[in-house]
């Protein structure tokens, strides 16, 4: 069973900080996605990454996926109150378009 | 439409009733996917179509749950004997096929089984 289990589950900062957020699996995935979601909406996607050790910026937002291919980050320059929400990763297995997602980090961002 | 529609958006039911959430995909889309996901959990898979066929239905948790999608568009997932377990938002996503797909989501059916 493939399982992603993210960290924190939690976080809540000041506006101006910087954070990480992390996807972590023992499964190789063929790729591997970052979503936002907001109270009330579907997740939102925010980037795929799909080569081992590739890094992709969106603004402020960096996402890396690890070189195995089995887990990924989300590290957040200066978080501003607009980034408040919930952020999950997915991965489809080797093989499949079967899209399992993380465990998901709530993230509050107080101005 | 534009996007992904689900309804009903909201739906409150009585344990041991039968239930059916919709799912109406973004045209041309040829996969559908089936979640399920608790308050402040991230969505749980249940099942996923390519065209009309199951090509994955792995995560539906028992025999009371069952989706179809007969004409390869719009899916309905259907819930028999509900219990108060099986309150949570039901999400429906689809998607071109491919191997980077991004999945496009509805805004969800929230089922309350009292």
């Known amino acids: 069973t493939q399982l992603l289990e993210q960290s924190p589950q939690f976080l809540s900062i000041q506006e101006g900080e910087n954070l990480t957020v992390y996807c972590n699996s023992s499964s190789v995935f063929s790729s591997l996605q970052w979503y936002r979601q907001e109270p009330g909406e579907g997740p939102v996607l925010l980037v795929t990454v799909v080569t081992g050790g590739e890094v992709k910026k969106l603004k402020r937002l960096t996402f890396q996926f690890g070189d195995a291919r089995k887990d990924s980050s989300l590290h957040i320059t200066a978080a501003q109150p607009g980034d408040t929400g919930l952020y999950l990763c997915?991965?489809?297995?080797?093989?499949?378009?079967?899209?399992?997602f993380g465990t998901g980090t709530r993230l509050k961002v107080l101005a | 439409g534009a996007g992904v529609s689900q309804t009903p958006s909201n739906k409150v039911t009585e344990k041991g009733k039968y239930v059916e959430l919709r799912c109406d995909p973004i045209?041309?889309?040829?996969?559908l996917y089936w979640y399920r996901q608790s308050l402040g959990q991230g969505p749980e898979f249940l099942i996923y179509f390519q065209g009309t066929g199951a090509a994955d239905d792995s995560g539906l948790p028992n025999d009371r749950f069952f989706a179809v999608r007969p004409e390869g568009s719009v899916s309905t997932l259907k819930i028999q004997r509900t219990e108060r377990g099986d309150s949570a938002v039901y999400l429906c996503a689809s998607s071109r096929q491919g191997k980077t797909g991004e999945l496009f989501f509805g805004e969800g059916s929230r089922l309350t089984v009292l």
């Open positions: 997915a991965g489809d297995g080797v093989g499949t378009y079967k899209y399992i």
């Open positions: 045209s041309g889309h040829t996969a």
